[in-house]
């Protein structure tokens, strides 16, 4: 089923005007050679990049992708060079090409100039999938490469049609596009910007992403809580809060620490959040209000994003009608009092979880999840990979096959 999709997505993007097909290490780690043999069987004119990623044994490596049918095979630009140079021996007896990729290479632009001297047809400027959750790039490096060599260049990590026309304007010969192809839920049409820019880079124009806060803000707009749970390893979920009001919050948490009732610290948090802020509070007990409808007002006057309460909240039909995103532990009519004990602003622990300030608070109606201030462009952008990987998910779906099919549970299960 995994090559059957395989192949498919490889003939949608090749009708979106893809030219080269690559088959990645994950699909060759999992299928093996028959991976190159499905694609060159269905693909027999196209050329067939096969990223083996080789490190050892580059002589042997080669020969079994080219014999599957391989064209061009990605070797690691870190390995030792007699790997590289037994790779290029067997290269040219078999009649194809190699690709040394500087993925996590130490030295990236040292070692590109020293594969090129080694003889190599292509050089790959490659920054790995997880390098690109930290928010590293291969366009900069590839600028500085692109001056130093005069080897091919090819160029791979988390390109879309913005940043595969920078690469080209930067010298790359080769875009080689991955997740913002393979995990669309309409390849062709991915593939086809992607072809559209490269052509005519002029007519791109080239976004500007804003400071890391705003990226990740306009990031965890897209994704949902359970695609950042699922980022997480399934962790980061408040316990037993639940949405009051229909609706999305991102936002930064100010935190309050208080006590059964007491809602003298939850009001003047109000006056310390700014505008985008989510106000997290520990109330410690779920029968006696410490919020209400018009500290939600107070709120909304300040453009506060949203609030989320281990405690209770009350003036409900109030709330429906000021539309404030407020999730809680529930809800009753009794409030208690102002006595003021407790804390704004320090760590605390809200559903479970424990909460910074500053931590990115996400909330829709499956809950609310805590990302940790310091992981949160990280765990953004793998909350956008699960998103893409549901969306081609549904996909599949809708085209007929039943989950389980499609993720081939059977074969996965653990031994
Ligand atoms: O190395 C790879 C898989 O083995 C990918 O080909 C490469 O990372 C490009 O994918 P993406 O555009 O998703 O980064």
């Known amino acids: 089923m995994e090559l059957d999709r395989s192949v498919e997505i490889a003939r949608e993007a090749i009708a979106g005007g893809a030219d080269w097909i690559e088959i990645g290490t994950p699909l060759i780690k999992s299928e093996g050679m028959d991976a190159i043999r499905t694609m060159r069987k269905a693909f027999p004119d ?19 992708a080219a014999k599957a049918g391989a064209d061009v095979v990605i070797v690691l630009g870190s390995a030792d060079d007699s790997t590289l140079l037994d790779a290029l021996r067997s290269a040219h007896k078999y009649g ?8 996590s290479a130490p030295d990236p632009v040292k070692r590109a100039i020293e594969l090129e001297a080694l003889g190599v047809d292509y050089v790959n400027v490659h920054i790995g999938i997880d390098q690109q959750m930290t928010g590293k790039d291969p366009v900069s490096l590839l600028k500085e490469i692109s001056e130093r060599v005069d080897v091919q260049l090819a160029v791979a990590g988390g390109l879309d049609a913005n940043s595969a026309v920078q690469a080209v304007k930067a010298g790359a010969r ?19 910007k992607i072809r559209q820019s ?16 705003q990226e990740i803000r306009a990031i965890l707009k897209e994704v949902s809580t359970s695609n950042i749970s699922d980022a997480m390893h399934r962790k980061g979920a408040m316990k037993g809060i ?35 802020d989510v106000i997290v509070i520990y109330n ?31 003036d409900i ?37 424990t909460v910074k300030p500053g931590d990115y608070i996400v909330g829709d109606e499956s ?13 953004a952008r793998r909350a956008k990979e699960v998103n893409k990987t549901e969306k081609r998910l549904f996909d599949e779906i809708r085209r007929g096959g039943t989950l389980s099919e499609i993720l081939e549970l059977k074969k996965w299960e653990k031994r």
Not at 96 to 103: E, K, P, Q, S, T
Not at 284 to 311: F, M, P, Q, R, Y
Request: net charge negative; charged share 20%; glycine share 12%.
């Open 317 to 353: 039909d109030e709330i429906e009608t000021l539309g404030l995103p407020i999730y809680t532990s529930n809800t009753v009519p009794n409030a208690g009092d102002p006595k003021g004990f407790g804390e704004i602003n320090a760590e605390i622990t809200c559903g479970g979880q």
């Open 174 to 192: 080769i875009v080689i596009v991955g997740g913002n192809i393979t995990r669309s839920d309409n390849v062709t049409e991915a593939a086809r």
């Open 242 to 276: 639940h949405p009051l009001v229909r609706g999305k919050v991102v936002g930064t948490a100010v935190t309050v620490q208080s006590f059964p009732g007491d809602w003298a610290k939850t009001v003047e948090a109000i006056d310390i959040a700014k505008k985008g």
């Open 367 to 379: 809950g609310v999840v805590v990302i940790p201030a310091e992981r949160a462009y990280e765990l």
């Open 284 to 314: 410690g007990s779920k029968d006696i209000a410490c919020w209400g409808g018009l500290a939600t007002l107070s709120s909304l006057n300040k453009g506060i994003a949203g609030v989320v309460i281990e405690g209770a909240v009350r």
């Open 96 to 103: 194809v090409r190699l690709m040394a990729d500087l993925i």
């Open 198 to 213: 490269v052509d005519s880079p002029e007519a791109v124009e080239i976004r500007n992403v804003g400071t890391v806060d």
């Open 46 to 64: 196209r050329t067939i990049l096969a990223d083996m990623k080789t490190v050892d044994t580059g002589a042997m490596e080669v020969e079994m």
